[in-house]
């Protein structure tokens, strides 16, 4: 279940670059100028990111990253770095500012809800 936030007074929040995040179980819904803007930043075509770094989501209502093996997002590089961080999806750009899992906290170890200890 996702909890939706619309203001930073919930929790704390320092990014620690760890790529939890990014190796969660759920899906990153692409909007309509991602696939384009994503395939010129990896140098690719966008037909070819489509093929190659896309599926059509469980709604098929539109496209979302593949996951790797192991269920991370696919472009998570191994040093655990967004390898599209500059035009990263706004499911990620926005996180955790705008919805966290219920157990964000459990996995995200910059993630704190307020009042909680760091």
């Given at each position: 279940?996702v909890i939706?936030?619309?203001?930073?007074?919930?929790?704390?929040?320092?990014?620690?670059?760890?790529?939890?995040?990014?190796?969660?179980?759920?899906?990153?819904?692409?909007?309509?100028?991602?696939?384009?803007?994503?395939?010129?930043?990896?140098?690719?075509?966008?037909?070819?990111?489509?093929?190659?770094?896309?599926?059509?989501?469980?709604?098929?209502?539109?496209?979302?990253?593949?996951?790797?093996?192991?269920?991370?997002?696919a472009?998570?590089?191994?040093?655990?770095?967004?390898?599209?961080?500059?035009?990263?999806?706004?499911?990620c750009?926005?996180?955790?500012?705008?919805?966290?899992?219920?157990?964000?906290?459990?996995y995200?170890?910059?993630?704190?809800?307020q009042?909680?200890?760091?």
């Amino acid at each position: 279940m996702v909890i939706e936030r619309k203001s930073k007074a919930d929790f704390n929040f320092e990014c620690k670059r760890c790529g939890a995040c990014c190796k969660i179980e759920g899906i990153v819904k692409l909007q309509d100028d991602d696939p384009a803007r994503i395939a010129a930043f990896i140098g690719i075509s966008e037909s070819d990111f489509i093929a190659n770094e896309t599926e059509i989501a469980p709604d098929r209502k539109g496209l979302i990253l593949k996951d790797r093996e192991d269920g991370a997002c696919a472009m998570l590089g191994a040093d655990n770095r967004c390898k599209i961080y500059p035009v990263r999806p706004e499911k990620c750009r926005t996180y955790p500012y705008e919805w966290v899992n219920d157990n964000s906290p459990s996995y995200c170890p910059g993630l704190t809800e307020q009042g909680a200890s760091s």
